[in-house]
């Protein structure tokens, strides 16, 4: 059974930093792109971040930047999500979600429960 299961979400302060964590299991981890989406109330989802080993690229939305990190541990089956500098327009649920390439990742796949981050001004 495929399972993506995120957690580090929280609430912080603007300026402050949350690790978000994505632990993967049932599926080839290497094989797979995993992504960051993220969505708050009202809003379109948004894509974040993903990073993919087979395809050796990363990729990060412009409104993160500068701001974000992904990597991941193929060790662990784990991609984490390093926030740093975070605003009040960052609050949303995030994802996790696996699929085959960064290039079309959000279209189908794979998709964890969610974890919230409310961020505070």
């Known amino acids: 059974e495929v399972q993506l299961v995120e957690s580090g979400g929280g609430l912080v302060q603007a300026g402050g930093s949350l690790r978000l964590s994505c632990a993967a299991s049932g599926f080839t981890f290497d094989d797979y792109a995993i992504g960051w989406f993220r969505q708050a109330p009202g809003k379109e989802r948004e894509g974040v971040s993903c990073?993919?080993?087979?395809?050796?690229?990363?990729y990060y939305a412009d409104s993160v930047k500068d701001r974000f990190t992904i990597s991941s541990d193929n060790a662990k089956n784990t991609v984490y999500l390093q926030m740093n500098s975070l605003k009040p327009e960052d609050t949303a649920v995030y994802y996790c979600?696996?699929?085959?390439?960064?290039?079309?990742?959000?279209?189908?796949?794979?998709w964890g429960q969610g974890t919230q981050v409310t961020v505070s001004s």
């Open positions: 979600v696996a699929d085959y390439y960064c290039t079309n990742i959000g279209s189908g796949g794979y």
């Open positions: 990073i993919s080993s087979s395809e050796g690229s990363i």
